[in-house]
T-cell receptor, first 115, second 114 residues
Framework: AQSVTQLDSHVSVSEGTPVLLRCNYS??????LFWYVQHPNKGLQLLLK??????LVKGINGFEAEFKKSETSFHLTKPSAHMSDAAEYFC?????????????FGKGTHLIIQP | NAGVTQTPKFRVLKTGQSMTLLCAQD?????MYWYRQDPGMGLRLIHY???????AKGEVPDGYNVSRLKKQNFLLGLESAAPSQTSVYFC?????????????FGPGTRLTVL
């Protein structure tokens, strides 16, 4: 069984400052991990994914995440926040190898960008 | 490519009514999924399909039925809607061995049951 815990339900940062969204996971398998973003009243867009290649994963819009097996973490970061980053972010875990039984979602972190 | 599309975008039902949500994908994906999203709950898997003519239950299947008669379409049915089924429904699809089951999502259907 796998699970995902997003440690903060809300994160507020000022525009131009760094962003850190925290995610811990548990999995009985070698996991694949994802971050998705959801802007208000929109569908989900894939930001980045980890599938057992490089532990530092770069995604779209300047986001990146580091897989740390010893800490079972997959935190999302961005050096400088932009107003357009305001959205809901989901950390997601899947069995590696393309398991068909869906993804397990965290409950989401609402990112607020202060001007 | 349109990707994953969902019909309708919005719907209001009365308790006990039935409806079908349609999901279509043009990426030739084998796998398709239905999720529901509720505030503070993330997304939860309702049903999924690994190919034409096959379906399986997810985490929260009660009160829903699905069918996958064509590879590109995945239908979600509510036979007798209940207020607890008020939610936003997302369809997703992915391909076989796509490097950790990367799923592509539709824009969602907002359903209100009165």
């Amino acid at each position: 069984a796998q699970s995902v815990t997003q440690l903060d339900s809300h994160v507020s940062v000022s525009e131009g400052t760094p962003v850190l969204l925290r995610c811990n996971y548990s999995s009985s398998y070698s996991p694949s991990l994802f971050w998705y973003v959801q802007h208000p009243n929109k569908g989900l867009q894939l930001l980045l994914k980890y599938t057992s290649a490089a532990t530092l994963v770069k995604g779209i819009n300047g986001f990146e995440a580091e897989f740390k097996k010893s800490e079972t973490s997959f935190h999302l970061t961005k050096p400088s926040a932009h107003m357009s980053d305001a959205a809901e972010y989901f950390c997601v875990v899947s069995k590696s190898g393309g398991g068909a039984d869906g993804l397990t979602f965290g409950k989401g972190t609402h990112l607020i960008i202060q001007p | 490519n349109a990707g994953v599309t969902q019909t309708p975008k919005f719907r209001v039902l009365k308790t006990g009514q039935s409806m079908t949500l349609l999901c279509a994908q043009d990426m030739n994906h084998e796998y398709m999924y239905w999720y529901r999203q509720d505030p503070g709950m993330g997304l939860r898997l309702i049903h999924y399909s690994v190919g034409e003519g096959t379906t399986a239950k997810g985490e929260v299947p009660d009160g829903y039925n699905v069918s996958r008669l064509k590879k590109q379409n995945f239908l979600l049915g509510l036979e007798s809607a209940a207020p607890s089924q008020t939610s936003v429904y997302f369809c997703a699809s992915s391909s076989l061995g796509s490097g950790g089951n990367t799923q592509y999502f539709g824009p969602g259907t907002r359903l209100t049951v009165l």
